[in-house]
Structures are given as C-alpha cells and as structure tokens.
C-alpha cells in the first residue's frame, strides 16, 4: 500500500521526521535516522567554530541528498530573529522548505503565536515554504494555515518534556479543519505518544528528545518508526467504537 | 583594519575580500552561509565582496538540532 503525504511539493512516505540535536554523536544520529527510516531532519543553523575546525560535521554524517534538511528557528523569540535565521539557512542550503518556530519564554519554549503568524506571514512573502511549529489553538492554526504555511505543527506537549499529547481533543480539531498536513511536534515521550498522534489522524509526528535521549537510540528510533505506521494504519483501519459493558467475542449460540 | 568574525575580533593586515577571509579561515564555502553587517552575502559575490574597517561578518552551519 503506497501512503504517502505531501509538503510543499515533496513527497514523503516516512511519517516520522526526526530531529538532530542532543545526540551522543553524529554517527549515533546517523544510525537513528537510519532505523527511524526519516527522510526528513531538522536542522539548526549556528555560528561556525573558527578555533576548532577539526569538529565533526553535521553534513558528513546526514547526507543532504539523502535526507531533506528542514532548517529550524530553535532559539529565536521574535520574527526578526527567526527570518535572519532562515535566510541564512537558505543561502547555506539553497531551498525554501523551512521549520518556524518563535518562542516566548526559557522555561516552557512555548510559541509565541503573534509572533510566529507575523513572522510566518513575512516568510512566505519572500518565497519560504514554511512549516510552523505551534500551539494546540486550533484558532491560531486556522490563521497560520489561511497565511499560507504548508504544514501546521503543533505541539503535543512541551519541546523535550516527554509528556505526550496532552490535549488530544484540539489536535484532533486542528486535524479535522485543515487542508495542509499537520505533524505533532514536540512533546513525544515515548512509542505509544507517537502512536497517539497518528490515531488522532496526525499526517505525520516529529521528534528529536524521545529518540536522542533514549538509553538506546537506535533502538528507540526503531519503536517511533513501528508506532507511527502502527498508528497510522489504525487510524485508516478506523477503530471500533467504544462501549461502557462488555460484548462477548464468542457467539452465544449454540452454548452447552 | 579590524573585523568582527562570529563576534570575535580580528586584525587584517592587508584589504580582503570575504572569500579571501574564507581562505585564511581554512573555511570550505559550499557548506556555509556569510552576513555581513546583517545582511547576507550570496555566494556569487564572494571573490567581489571588500571587507571594510568594522565589519561584522557571521559565518553559520547547518548543526544537529531539533
């Protein structure tokens, strides 16, 4: 069964995006990537080390053919900021396919949303393919969607605190009222959060902490893969309704 | 002249141009992206770019992130 999803003109048939941060290594995020069989990654975009060139590099490791690299905001708190990142992350990488993301404070990274809609308004303006990292107001996500972003992503919890999809109810309004896919982002903890998000009819889930904090992230790489298809497939199988008492398996006719 | 690279000071003894900074910086241009003075420099105008007393030059990677 071919099922795949579409962004910006790409198609992915991996739902799981994968992000590259906090990793033992280059070589262990490679070999996740791997198992996790992501086609796309999320990248950050940092000042080169000018004293220590002999540091390894990202590139070597992620091959930028093989992977779609989708630059991040990470660390930016107003649009100025995250549009002096993106062009940069454009003329490093030469595409428009970028992740946005405007943060409004240290200690929850929650998204800033008037900032995010403004800077994601001045991005597209300028030819960016911009998936947003944002809230679970489906509000907010019908006005990033109606300014023209390709992907709605909001959080599931918040960025690294494994706590899961907290408000199942307004990912699933969010899924049911846009036309562009919408990918969980943040808050993945474990295989069965990831399987949540795609139940709910989730296009896709991204995630970086579940994985790269792992004790082993290989192997944790390998459940998110079998979670999202996991998920997937029961979200297009349609799950049976639930009942308050039981209903017996086994036929009532014919019992001795 | 004096430059800032990546917020650190630099002494130039002799004019340059930002791929001729590249150069002295062992720096490949292919996988990196320049601003100067906040605005960036497209990689076409590298050989053609003089840098001035009081630049301000980032140079930026792609690195791991989430």
């Known amino acids: 069964m071919s099922d795949t999803f579409e962004v910006a003109g790409r198609k992915l048939s991996s739902r799981l995006i994968i992000g590259t941060g906090k990793y033992k290594t280059y070589q262990e995020n490679a070999e996740a990537a791997e198992a996790a069989g992501a086609e796309m990654v999320t990248v950050a975009v940092r000042r080169v080390n000018l004293t220590d060139k002999d540091q390894p590099m990202l590139v070597d490791f992620l091959d930028p053919e093989k992977y779609i690299y989708l630059p991040n905001t990470a660390g930016c708190f107003t649009a100025e900021d995250a549009i002096r990142t993106l062009r940069l992350a454009r003329e490093a990488g030469g595409w428009e396919l970028v992740k946005l993301e405007v943060l409004s404070d240290q200690k929850t990274l929650y998204p800033?949303?008037?900032?995010?809609?403004?800077?994601?308004?001045?991005?597209?303006?300028?030819?960016?393919?911009?998936?947003?990292?944002?809230?679970?107001?489906?509000?907010?996500?019908?006005?990033?969607?109606?300014?023209?972003?390709?992907?709605?992503?909001?959080?599931?919890?918040?960025?690294?605190?494994?706590?899961?999809?907290?408000?199942?109810?307004?990912?699933?309004?969010?899924?049911?009222?846009?036309?562009?896919?919408?990918?969980?982002?943040?808050?993945?903890?474990?295989?069965?959060?990831?399987?949540?998000?795609?139940?709910?009819?989730?296009?896709?889930?991204?995630?970086?902490?579940?994985?790269?904090?792992?004790?082993?992230?290989?192997?944790?790489?390998?459940?998110?893969?079998?979670?999202?298809?996991?998920?997937?497939?029961?979200y297009l199988a349609g799950r049976m309704p639930k009942k308050r008492y039981a209903d017996p398996s086994s036929p009532l006719a014919g019992l001795i | 002249?004096?430059?800032?690279?990546?917020?650190?000071?630099?002494?130039?003894?002799?004019?340059?141009?930002?791929?001729?900074?590249?150069?002295?910086?062992?720096?490949?241009?292919?996988?990196?992206?320049?601003?100067?003075?906040?605005?960036?420099?497209?990689?076409?105008?590298?050989?053609?770019?003089?840098?001035?007393?009081?630049?301000?030059?980032?140079?930026v990677q792609f690195v791991g992130g989430g």
């Open chain 1, 112 to 234: 800033d949303m008037e900032e995010t809609l403004r800077a994601a308004k001045l991005l597209i303006k300028e030819g960016f393919d911009v998936m947003v990292y944002c809230s679970d107001d489906p509000v907010y996500a019908r006005k990033l969607e109606e300014a023209g972003c390709c992907a709605i992503m909001p959080l599931g919890s918040l960025i690294g605190s494994g706590l899961g999809v907290m408000n199942p109810v307004n990912i699933r309004l969010i899924v049911e009222q846009s036309s562009v896919p919408v990918i969980v982002d943040a808050g993945v903890g474990t295989a069965s959060d990831a399987a949540v998000a795609m139940e709910l009819g989730c296009d896709g889930v991204l995630m970086n902490t579940a994985i790269a904090e792992a004790k082993d992230p290989i192997l944790m790489a390998s459940a998110m893969k079998h979670a999202v298809i996991a998920g997937r497939e029961a």
């Open chain 2, 1 to 59: 002249m004096d430059i800032t690279v990546n917020g650190d000071q630099k002494r130039l003894e002799a004019p340059l141009t930002v791929e001729g900074l590249l150069a002295v910086l062992e720096l490949e241009p292919r996988k990196i992206a320049i601003e100067r003075n906040m605005e960036i420099v497209p990689k076409s105008l590298y050989g053609e770019t003089q840098l001035r007393d009081g630049d301000k030059i980032e140079i």
